[in-house]
């Protein structure tokens, strides 16, 4: 996993690839007749926080699926910090330092909190059969670290109380923070967020952004998000990318993209905003 | 039918034997192998979440290995030491799981299931037809005089201690659960593990896991080469009790009393395989002497009934056995 | 966009290249390695043993293509795989030795008691069992256990009552048939075509008639048919009534061709499985042809090796469906 950087250090690194941390050229997944990402170009710059949004339907999704892994892709190609990575394992792309979260939270619900916690942490010498056995003893420190690790950055989010509890009791917002924080026990250099907000009250949601400021601020994490909340869009994104039914259609700053035509046809064409006296949209959603 | 006692059961069922300290001696070893065999079911589909129609097979693996490796055939006269065998029995059974895994653990489910129990039977069927290797239907025997040796030693000790007259097959008894009770002491350490965390997880949510940096299939791998190796080990008490390798002893009956005997324990808890076994076996066993105006063959179709209606019923009214919970029996559909 | 780090999309090799095409249709590239598998073994065997081989394989092929087409359709429906399915042949079969030997009346009596009383076993058991475990959100791991608890509930039950003695239907197994230079039993010959008549049968019923639609439809998608309107439990209950019935002829077929025991049913379920799954596991259709394909292909095996293989040989077919391709020839296709 990467080491920790600071803004200042991504400011001073040499600019690879222009400073993109992600770039992805024309990617394509289809299922069966239906192509859901259509040729999707884009890239991200590292230490940037992107915001992903588009009607439903769009390939949102499905595009963060690709690029991490979980779906194999039907065309294009992608690289992470300069490595390739369309069409490895998710598990692999993870390592490399480019962590998702799901849209549905995946708290493992019949494991602690803590569990949840420690699970995530690199380097783990006692996650190998052959570490426990050669090393015993650089596990049991390595499993002391990470447990001081865990209870830290459960406490940002307020959720150290809960550290024994099994996650499946947590509310619907606390699992999200959850996911969120023990994404973050990976030390990743680029989050991928499917829809952080979903769900969460604005209190909660407010501490997430912060929190994600800090990072950026910090340690020079990159952010890439799909939401749906435009006022969390335009007042916290440095960037917006706009697809529309599988495609790219718009980029650029939240104002310029707001004002954008063709972003404000994808919208009306799907049905999602209508505007005095324009006809109702045909249903585009896929 | 398999669960054969090494004497002949036709005239077992007397009265005489439900006092007879051989036969419960000999029922003894049975559940003890049966624990050591379900342990790697638990490890499969208590703790990883991967249904293993297969045990039966990675036991005839590790049987058959031994035999034919000690004996050289049904022809043959001595190859390799007996003790030397049984590690090498481990590693070709190992090697068969990971056979089996590799390209059957993408699978979903239900398909692995079909997979690891078509693996088993064709295992079984291998060994009934190569009969220049593995004996056919005549089988192996001539294995066990190493084990033989050590099993009057151990009688000696237990004479000396002042028991002049244990049932012959005491030491065995003594030996396997002994093995048992080691293995299961150590799958319950190696769950308390870092390791034993990803493999929870990658049962509760595969891709939780894969998205975390966790090679969710290859810790599956592992979790079928433990139970390939539990497999074979059983696979060597079986071949020791009876004295004797036939294909008729690795029916699919074995895994579906391994499973049995799992769920009355309950999923996720070593221990109540023990427990399990325990049970189960006694209970089996015992059902020999209640005094039925039956025939001998209705007698033993009545207990397979029984297992029957006991694994629907664990199913329909306490899936997770007797000492599980109930969460732990819904796997992701 | 620059795409500085990214690897060109390049031009895909002639092995790649075909196996796109392998993938894109399926049944083609079925078809063709079951000729290659056919003119290699004429080459070497002469067409008349691989003729004869064939039509013999076809009697037992059209035994698995029935209890395939049953297992699967419970499959499309259900999402069971049952694996007391088996134990449904076994039943059909020593009701049919009830009716046929136990009471001395026509075998063709026999044979529609089988149906009807498998059909009714089906439905008993979707009533008392299946159906309240569904109801209550029974998982996978569960409803597969059941399964196998009721495989031997019902295997054990047969020998309980019949013991392990190895019966016989009364049915002429001496007498052949000369079709184009090729020997057949006539009782084997029979079989096929009743096999053939009744698979025919059910194939249009799937397809024309209105049961057949709602039983795909459910197939596609049970929670959309459901809100369609259909009446879902009549439908299950028929889906029961074909897998029991066809289950049932297939272990009369079974027992005309060989003879019956207790384990009859479960030796016969793996090749069954082999079938659903070679022909696309909830295809009907891919079912009957997976069935009839393997039953000659393993007749086949036997003008190379040892006859004693033959089991072992289906059993290596199945594990390179599932490892090749899980999804089978017709897989994706259709639902049903």
Same mark, same amino acid.
């Given at each position: 996993m990467a080491t920790e950087t600071t803004a200042a250090t991504v400011a001073a690194a040499p600019r690879r690839n222009g400073g993109r941390i992600l770039e992805a050229a024309e990617v394509v997944k289809h299922f069966g007749g239906i192509f859901a990402v259509d040729g999707t170009s884009l890239d991200v710059r590292e230490g940037s926080i992107t915001a992903l949004i588009g009607p439903n339907g769009a390939g949102k999704t499905t595009f963060f699926n690709v690029i991490t892994g979980f779906y194999r892709p039907d065309g294009g190609a992608a690289s992470f910090a300069g490595s390739p990575i369309l069409g490895r394992a998710p598990h692999a792309i993870a390592r490399m330092?480019?962590?998702?979260?799901?849209?549905?939270?995946?708290?493992?619900?019949?494991?602690?909190?803590?569990?949840?916690?420690?699970?995530?942490?690199?380097?783990?010498?006692?996650?190998?059969?052959?570490?426990?056995?050669?090393?015993?003893?650089?596990s049991r420190r390595r499993e002391k670290e990470i447990r001081g690790q865990a209870m830290e950055l459960l406490s940002v989010f307020n959720l150290e109380p809960l550290a024994d509890e099994y996650a499946g009791t947590l509310s619907g917002g606390q699992r999200k923070l959850l996911e969120l924080a023990r994404a973050l026990m990976t030390r990743p250099r680029m989050l991928l967020l499917d829809e952080p907000m979903a769900?969460?009250?604005?209190?909660?949601?407010?501490?997430?952004?912060?929190?994600?400021q800090r990072l950026r601020a910090e340690e020079g994490v990159t952010f890439l998000f799909i939401e749906h909340d435009m006022e969390v869009v335009m007042n916290h994104a440095d960037r917006?990318?706009?697809?529309?039914?599988?495609?790219?259609?718009?980029?650029?700053?939240?104002?310029?993209?707001?004002?954008?035509?063709r972003v404000i046809d994808a919208y009306l064409g799907s049905g999602t905003v209508r505007e005095a006296g324009a006809p109702e949209g045909g249903a585009d959603g896929l | 039918m398999t669960g054969a006692l090494p004497f002949d059961p036709v005239f077992a069922v007397t009265f005489e034997s439900f006092t007879d300290p051989e036969f419960w001696t000999s029922v003894g070893i049975l559940a003890g192998t049966y624990v050591i065999l379900t342990l790697g079911l638990q490890m499969n589909v208590g703790y990883t979440g991967i249904i293993n129609f297969g045990q039966a097979g990675f036991m005839a693996i590790g049987a058959y290995s031994m035999a034919v490796l000690t004996t050289g055939g049904p022809e043959g006269d001595g190859l390799i030491n007996f003790w030397l065998s049984l590690p090498l029995s481990v590693l070709i059974t190992v090697a068969f799981g990971l056979l089996v895994g590799l390209p059957s653990l993408r699978l979903r489910a239900d398909y692995f299931a079909i997979a690891t129990i078509a693996f088993a039977e064709a295992v079984r069927l291998f060994a009934l037809n190569a009969r220049s290797l593995t004996g056919g239907n005549q089988g192996l025997f001539g294995f066990a005089t190493d084990w033989d040796s050590v099993s009057s030693t151990i009688e000696g000790w237990?004479?000396?201690?002042?028991?002049?007259?244990?049932?012959?097959?005491?030491?065995?008894?003594?030996?396997?659960?002994?093995?048992?009770?080691?293995?299961?002491?150590?799958?319950?350490?190696l769950q308390n593990t870092p390791w034993g965390r990803v493999l929870r997880a990658v049962r509760e949510d595969e891709d939780a896991a894969r998205a975390l940096g966790k090679n969710a299939f290859a810790y599956k791998l592992q979790s079928l080469a433990i139970a390939a190796t539990l497999g074979a080990i059983a696979g060597w008490f079986l071949a020791i009790n009876l004295n004797f390798v036939n294909p008729t002893e690795f029916e699919p009956i074995v895994t579906f009393v391994g499973f049995g005997i799992l769920i009355l324990g309950g999923l996720a808890s070593y221990w109540g395989v023990t427990f399990g076994a325990i049970v189960f076996w006694f209970l089996f066993e015992g059902l020999r002497f209640i005094d039925l105006p039956l025939e001998e063959v209705q007698i033993a179709s009545l207990r397979y009934v029984i297992v029957g209606l006991v694994l629907i019923l664990l199913m329909a009214f306490r899936p997770q056995g007797l000492f599980g919970k109930r969460e732990e029996m819904v796997l992701g559909d | 966009?620059?795409?500085?780090?990214?690897?060109?999309?390049?031009?895909?090799?002639?092995?790649?290249?075909?196996r796109e095409a392998a993938n894109r249709r399926p049944a083609a590239a079925a078809a063709v390695i079951l000729g290659v598998i056919v003119v290699v073994l004429v080459a070497s065997q002469g067409l008349h043993d691989v003729a004869q081989t064939g039509l013999t394989g076809l009697s037992l092929g059209a035994v698995y293509a029935l209890g395939a087409v049953g297992l699967t359709l419970v499959y499309a429906i259900l999402r069971l795989v049952n694996?007391?399915?088996?134990?449904?042949? /076994?039943?059909?079969?020593?009701?049919?030795? *009830?009716?046929? %030997?136990? #009471? &001395?009346?026509?075998?063709?009596? @026999?044979?529609?008691?089988?149906?009807? /009383?498998?059909?009714?076993?089906?439905?008993? *058991?979707?009533? %008392?069992? #299946? &159906?309240?475990?569904?109801?209550? @959100?029974?998982?996978?791991?569960?409803?597969?256990?059941?399964?196998l608890g009721l495989a031997l509930v019902i295997r054990y039950v047969i020998q309980y009552i019949w013991s392990t003695e190895i019966r016989f239907l009364d049915v002429d197994v001496t007498s052949t048939v000369n079709i184009l230079g090729l020997q057949i039993g006539q009782t084997k010959l029979i079989v096929i075509g009743v096999g053939v008549v009744v698979l025919m049968a059910t194939g249009l019923m799937l397809r024309y008639a209105l049961l057949g639609k709602r039983m795909r439809a459910l197939a596609d998608n049970l929670e959309l048919a459901e809100t369609a309107g259909i009446d879902t439990s009549r439908v299950i209950l028929w889906t029961w009534i074909f897998a029991g019935g066809l289950a049932g002829l297939a272990g009369v077929m079974a027992a005309e061709v060989t003879d019956i025991r207790p384990e009859l049913g479960f030796t016969l379920l793996l090749p069954i499985f082999a079938a659903v799954l070679l022909g696309g596991i909830g295809d009907a259709f891919g079912a009957l042809a997976g069935g009839l394909v393997l039953g000659v292909v393993i007749e086949w095996s036997t003008l190379l090796i040892d006859a004693r293989w033959k089991t072992f040989i289906g059993f290596v077919i199945l594990i390179l469906v599932l490892l090749i391709r899980p999804q089978g020839i017709f897989g994706r296709a259709r639902s049903i």
């Open positions: 330092g480019m962590v998702r979260t799901f849209q549905i939270t995946k708290a493992l619900a019949r494991m602690p909190v803590i569990d949840n916690m420690m699970l995530a942490a690199p380097d783990q010498p006692g996650e190998r059969i052959v570490g426990l056995l050669t090393r015993p003893g650089a769900g969460i009250n604005p209190t909660l949601g407010r501490r997430l952004l912060d929190h994600m917006v990318i706009v697809m529309a039914e599988g495609r790219v259609i718009a980029d650029g700053t939240p104002e310029k993209v707001r004002t954008d035509r | 237990i004479n000396s201690i002042g028991w002049s007259d244990p049932p012959t097959l005491f030491p065995l008894l003594l030996v396997v659960w002994i093995v048992a009770v080691i293995l299961t002491v150590v799958l319950r350490l | 966009m620059e795409a500085g780090a990214l690897t060109p999309r390049r031009a895909l090799t002639p092995v790649e290249r075909l694996f007391a399915h088996g134990d449904f042949l /076994t039943f059909g079969a020593y009701m049919a030795y *009830l009716v046929n %030997v136990t #009471w &001395g009346m026509p075998l063709i009596l @026999g044979i529609f008691f089988a149906m009807a /009383t498998t059909a009714l076993l089906g439905i008993f *058991l979707e009533r %008392v069992m #299946w &159906g309240p475990m569904r109801a209550r @959100g029974a998982g996978v791991l569960q409803l597969i256990l059941m399964s």
